[in-house]
């Protein structure tokens, strides 16, 4: 940056050695030097604005997760035997945060070397215009506990989606699930949920009937099949089997 200083004092008459090189570029423009210079200027003065939007990023990040408190688990995995945040659960504590920390998020597919596998990706934007991509490889089989297929690709990916989304939401902001049931987010008792087996049998039920996941989901207030009572699996059960009848 030092020469192309030098150049311009020589040829303009204006000494910039420490100016931005934003400046620099107005000033070798209105002195007519070679494009050459102008491009080399504008790429440091392009860069210079990369670094500070992205200290702007972290900084921001530091304050917004400062802010952060754990969040209580509100859904179990049947499979795992755990308990953990759901989606909405997450996004109901985090957006009015990070929104106000100027911080927004997009999310996206990309393309993955892992067979059977989505790549879910999310693009935090900042205000100030840095963006960081972070990403997430999901399994999308469509394969059930015991190895059978339970769910359609079309649904397999639907389902991997959904929870790549909401490993990346509580990564991206360094969140502690399940720590903490001081905000309200805890139910007072842990809600029975199907086991693996109705899981499996609703997942079948509903890839033979070209059943919408995500409408199913919808209806039973569930972020994906594994998280529906107990108590409401007959009932799940009967309607996909009475469209199941009408095909």
Do not use: W
């Not at 940056?1 to 620099?24: D, F, G, R, T």
């Not at 997009?106 to 393309?111: A, M, Y």
């Not at 935090?124 to 297929?149: E, I, L, N, Q, W």
């Not at 902001?173 to 399940?178: K, L, Q, S, T």
């Amino acid at each position: 940056m030092n020469a192309v200083a030098e150049h311009i004092e020589q040829n303009s008459q204006v000494a910039a050695p420490v100016a931005p090189a934003s400046s620099l570029v107005a000033e070798a423009v209105r002195a007519g030097l070679p494009m050459e210079t102008i491009r080399e200027l504008r790429a440091m003065a392009k860069e210079d604005a990369r670094e500070v939007s992205e200290q702007a990023f972290v900084a921001a990040m530091n304050a917004a997760q400062s802010e952060m408190r754990p969040i209580a688990a509100d859904a179990a995995n049947p499979q795992t035997r755990s308990r953990y945040a759901s989606y909405a659960a997450l996004d109901r504590a985090l957006r009015p945060i990070y929104t106000k920390h100027g911080f927004s998020l997009s999310f996206d597919e990309g393309d993955t070397d892992k067979p059977d596998h989505i790549r879910v990706l999310c693009y935090v934007s900042h205000r100030d215009g840095f963006t960081r991509t972070y990403r997430k490889d999901m399994p999308a089989d469509g394969k059930g506990a015991k190895g059978g297929d339970v769910m359609t690709k079309t649904h397999a990916a639907g389902a991997a989606d959904t929870y790549g989304m909401r490993y990346l939401l509580k990564k991206i902001f360094n969140v502690a699930v399940g720590e903490d049931d001081t905000d309200g987010n805890m139910p007072d008792a842990p809600i029975d949920l199907i086991n693996i087996e109705q899981r499996d049998e609703l997942l079948k039920l509903i890839a033979e009937t070209g059943a919408d996941t995500a409408l199913f989901c919808r209806f039973y207030k569930i972020e994906a099949v594994p998280d529906l009572p107990a108590n409401r699996f007959q009932s799940a059960k009967a309607q996909l089997l009475k469209k199941k009848e009408a095909k």
